[in-house]
């Protein structure tokens, strides 16, 4: 159970272009979902938390026209990058979290955006 | 600033062998979890251990065991008969009732054969 999925797994696109990501929770309803960014060999940095039915609240530094984040239903976040450049490659991991759950999160297999 | 800090970036152990992650952290809240995550090669989160902060006796899963000292706030990770398996990032982390987790920077974990 506590399944979270990703699409795609990875992306390439060319500078300029938006790139959406897809984030569903395949088995329960997610109240909330968080979007990370990840370098490799570094920790997850927290982009944003989102919660059904209510606007994205964006970390110190994220900028917001630039990752559109939505959560439109229980079971479904999707994460745009506009106008992507290169330094926005990296790798994309979304988590999902229900109440009930101990506070743990249940994390996607992550996207990996190349941008060329 | 609510933080988690591991100080070990890279480890390495023996196959059969046991190794122990330090992890540390601060917080203000007064009813939180800890967890400790696993990162392989593929990517993919993998849950480890978790421990209940009100909770004293310390958890355990299979090969895993938490050492948790409230006082001290730390919160460190034993895995027993290290497999080649074990090999990954691992990442210490609290939490909160939103959901929302703090990470540590991670510790690199190689099981050499």
């Known amino acids: 159970g506590a399944v979270v999925s990703q699409h795609p797994s990875w992306v390439i696109c060319k500078s300029g272009t938006s790139v959406k990501i897809e984030c569903r929770s395949l088995?329960?309803?997610?109240?909330?979902m968080f979007w990370y960014r990840q370098f490799p060999k570094q920790s997850l940095m927290l982009m944003a938390t989102s919660n059904e039915g209510s606007k994205a609240t964006y970390e110190q530094g994220v900028e917001k026209d630039k990752f559109l984040i939505n959560h439109a239903s229980l079971t479904l976040s999707t994460l745009t990058v506009t106008s992507a450049h290169p330094e926005d490659s990296s790798f994309y991991i979304c988590?999902?979290?229900?109440?009930?759950?101990?506070?743990?999160?249940?994390f996607g297999p992550g996207t990996r955006l190349t941008v060329t | 600033a609510q933080t988690v800090t591991q100080s070990q970036p890279e480890m390495s152990v023996q196959e059969a062998e046991t190794v122990t992650l330090s992890c540390t952290y601060d917080t203000s809240e007064s009813n939180y979890y800890l967890f400790w995550y696993k990162q392989p090669p593929s990517r993919q989160m993998i849950l480890v251990i978790r421990?209940?902060?009100?909770?004293?006796q310390n958890a355990t899963e299979n090969r895993f065991s938490v050492n948790f000292q409230k006082a001290a706030k730390s919160f460190s990770l034993k895995i027993s008969d290290s497999q080649l398996g074990d090999t990954a990032m691992y990442f210490c982390a609290w939490g909160t009732n939103a959901g929302k987790s703090t990470f540590g920077d991670g510790t690199t974990l190689t099981v050499k054969p």
């Open positions: 988590s999902a979290s229900f109440q009930g759950t101990a506070y743990e999160q249940y």
């Open positions: 088995d329960f309803q997610a109240t909330t």
């Open positions: 421990q209940e902060a009100y909770k004293q």
